[in-house]
């Protein structure tokens, strides 16, 4: 375990970004129950946390991925700190919509960057990778190399990592699930039963 996934997963749980409930378990958009909620957007309303992502990121990009040429946000969460991080390289900066509008130029992709340019998308959350891997394609599809995939969260789970391997695209996330709940049994936000439960949960899913 990192010293950053561990602060971030600590930061996230105190601003209430991701939310714990093995007792009373959320309903996703896809009916899946889930003992966990996550929405990073909320970071950006506390500018320590909001800071302490972007720097993480950036210090990511530099030390691993310094050929990148571009930013590219997946819409819609990853916009905002994608933003952030072209800003702080001083990179040129541009989205993915999940569609393509239906009206005027029918972009898929916002924003102008060069042509066959090196690429990394920024998501703020990773679960199936389904809309990551989307973006992935509509930007290889538009000639350009995506250097990989970086998020601020995932959950870890099993058909993520197969899709990106398949995929032959690399990811990485300042944070992930197994982190987060032993931070959460650190700071008493779940009890060691409940973390037994957690850590069920994501094994079955």
């Given at each position: 375990m990192s010293l950053v996934a561990s602060e971030i997963a600590e930061k996230l749980l105190q601003i209430k970004a991701i939310k714990l409930s093995p007792q009373k378990?959320?309903?996703?958009?896809?009916?899946?129950?889930?003992?966990?909620?996550?929405?990073?957007?909320?970071?950006?309303?506390?500018?320590?946390?909001?800071?302490?992502?972007?720097?993480?990121?950036?210090?990511?990009?530099?030390?691993?991925?310094?050929?990148?040429?571009?930013?590219?946000?997946?819409?819609?969460?990853?916009?905002?700190?994608g933003a952030l991080i072209a800003d702080a390289l001083e990179l040129p900066f541009a989205y993915v919509r999940s569609k393509a509008k239906a009206h005027g130029r029918q972009n898929l992709i916002e924003g102008e960057i060069k042509a066959a340019s090196k690429v990394l998308l920024i998501e703020d959350l990773i679960s199936t990778g389904g809309s990551s891997m989307k973006a992935v394609h509509a930007l290889r599809e538009a000639g350009h190399e995506v250097l990989g995939v970086l998020a601020i969260f995932e959950y870890g789970f099993k058909q993520a990592a197969m899709l990106f391997e398949k995929e032959q695209c690399e990811y990485q996330t300042l944070s992930n699930y197994d982190t987060l709940i032993e931070e959460a049994v650190k700071l008493n936000y779940v009890s060691e039963e409940e973390l037994l439960f957690l850590q069920n949960w994501k094994s079955s899913s």
């Open positions: 378990p959320f309903i996703w958009a896809s009916g899946k129950e889930s003992p966990i909620y996550c929405d990073n957007r909320i970071s950006l309303s506390y500018p320590k946390v909001r800071s302490y992502i972007i720097k993480s990121f950036v210090e990511t990009i530099k030390d691993q991925f310094s050929q990148t040429e571009a930013i590219i946000g997946v819409a819609t969460a990853g916009i905002p700190h």
